[in-house]
């Protein structure tokens, strides 16, 4: 599969969420050629990280669901810097613990829902990539992605099923 990079110095950072022990190949291919990747909760089984750790760097937050020695690891917030642009990743977005735009964050990724969404409040952009594990209910299956370039970034979701 070709790479998603493009010539500029842009970041692209895949963004995915409540797996649930599920790794699916479209998850896998839709992450491809990212620069990183951001796991924000909910994995259920390290072979989870593992996959995706074989694609791009990771960084990965533990989710409620996440328990046992494996998951003990796991940080309940990452804070991470990308060019310019400070990226808060926490699973539950009720559990942020700081106000984002006094504390020099950029943008906040989050799961726990199952609902992507993507929304700017006060000058942070909170990311949502919603669940790419079994479907719940009748949300869709998505992943997202993050593009980082100076101080400058967007995010996208997309369904990875069709």
Request: aromatic residues 4%; negative net charge.
């Amino acid at each position: 599969m070709a790479s998603h990079r493009s010539p500029s110095t842009a970041t692209r950072i895949g963004l995915i969420s409540d797996t649930h022990n599920l790794v699916r190949p479209e998850a896998l291919r839709y992450l491809d050629g990212c620069d990183a990747i951001i796991h924000a909760g909910d994995i259920c089984n390290p072979d989870v990280l593992d996959a995706l750790a074989r694609i791009s760097p990771l960084i990965a937050v533990r989710g409620n669901n996440d328990t046992g020695d494996w998951a003990a690891s796991l940080p309940t917030h990452a804070r991470l810097t990308i060019q310019q642009v400070t990226i808060l990743v926490v699973h539950d977005i009720a559990e942020l613990g700081c106000v984002p735009q006094h504390d020099g964050i950029r943008v906040v990724v989050s799961g726990h829902s199952h609902k992507p969404s993507i929304a700017e409040r006060d000058g942070v952009l909170y990311v949502n990539p919603g669940s790419a594990g079994p479907r719940r209910f009748r949300l869709p299956v998505c992943a997202g992605t993050l593009t980082v370039e100076g101080a400058q970034v967007g995010a996208t979701f997309d369904s990875l099923l069709t």
